[in-house]
C-alpha cells in the first residue's frame, strides 16, 4: 500500500489567490513525521514545513501552513498569496519512527497563473 | 542553499560504464540518504548511512553501492551502466532523529547513452 498519496497530479492557481495541494497518508505507527518539499524545474529539492504527530496546532512557515488533520490521515499544504515562482513541483512525504527514509508522494505540480 | 553538496550538477556516460557521485553533507549531520528521482518511478530511496555506517537499504541494485567515509562525506557508485539507469540522483543529509527534516543537494543529473 502507498504510503503517502497524492492525487492531484495538476493544480492551476491565479496569482495572489491561496492553494491546497492534497495529501495523505497510511501509517499505524501513533509517532511520525509529516514533510512538505518543493521541485522548481531547476530540479534541487527545498524544504517546506514539518508537522510532527503529537504537535497540536498546524505547522506554519511564512505563506505556507500546513492542514494537519490526524483522524482523516491528511496533510494538506496551502499556499496563500501565491506568487509566480510558485509554480513547481510539490511533494508531501512521511518518516516512521525506526524508519530511515522518507516515503514521498507522486508530487503535484502546480501553476500559477499571472 | 541547503547545506548539502553534490558533485558533480551533470553526468553523460556510456552503458556498461562506472561513475562515482559524490556527496558532502551539511555541516554536523551525521546522516546521508541517497535517492533516484526517475520519471517512472518518482523519488526511490536507495541507502542511508549514518556516521559511516549503513543503517538502512532501500530499493538499490546490486550494481550500485556507496559508503561513508570518516568526514562524513559519501560517495554513490553506479557501475555496469545500463540507460535505465538515467536519472536525477540525490543526496540527503540531516540530523538523524526521526522527526528531522532531510536537506537535499542539488542532485546529479546522470544521463547514460
Known amino acids: 500500500a502507498q504510503k503517502i498519496t497524492q492525487t492531484q497530479p495538476g493544480m492551476f492557481v491565479q496569482e495572489k489567490e491561496a492553494v491546497t495541494l492534497d495529501c495523505t497518508y497510511d501509517?499505524?505507527?501513533?509517532?511520525?513525521?509529516l514533510f512538505w518539499y518543493k521541485q522548481p524545474s531547476s530540479g534541487e529539492m527545498i524544504f517546506l514545513i514539518y508537522?510532527?504527530?503529537?504537535?497540536?496546532q498546524n505547522a506554519t512557515e511564512g505563506r505556507y501552513s500546513l492542514n494537519f488533520q490526524k483522524a482523516r490521515k491528511s496533510a494538506n499544504l496551502v499556499i496563500s498569496a501565491s506568487q509566480l515562482g510558485d509554480s513547481a513541483m510539490y511533494f508531501c512525504?512521511?518518516?516512521?519512527?525506526?524508519?530511515?527514509?522518507?516515503?514521498f508522494g507522486t508530487g503535484t505540480r502546480l501553476t500559477v497563473i499571472p | 542553499d541547503s547545506g548539502v553538496t553534490q558533485t558533480p550538477k551533470h553526468l553523460i556516460t556510456a552503458t556498461g560504464q562506472r561513475v562515482t557521485l559524490r556527496c558532502s553533507p551539511r555541516?554536523?549531520?551525521?546522516?546521508v540518504y541517497w535517492y533516484q528521482q526517475s520519471l517512472d518511478q518518482g523519488l526511490q530511496f536507495l541507502i542511508q548511512?549514518?556516521?559511516?555506517?549503513?543503517?538502512a537499504k532501500g530499493n538499490i541494485l546490486e550494481r550500485f553501492s556507496a559508503q561513508q567515509f570518516p568526514d562524513l562525506h559519501s560517495e554513490l557508485n553506479l557501475s555496469s551502466l545500463e540507460l535505465g539507469d538515467s536519472a536525477l540522483y540525490f543526496c540527503?543529509?540531516?540530523?538523524?532523529?526521526?522527526?528531522?527534516?532531510?536537506?537535499f543537494g542539488q542532485g546529479t543529473r546522470l544521463t547514460v547513452v
Open positions: 508537522q510532527g504527530s503529537y504537535d497540536q
Open positions: 512525504a512521511m518518516r516512521e519512527p525506526g524508519a530511515n527514509n522518507l516515503f
Open positions: 540527503a543529509s540531516s540530523g538523524g532523529t526521526e522527526n528531522t527534516e532531510a536537506f
Open positions: 548511512y549514518y556516521n559511516g555506517e549503513e543503517r
Open positions: 501509517t499505524s505507527d501513533p509517532s511520525y513525521g
Open positions: 555541516s554536523g549531520d551525521l546522516s
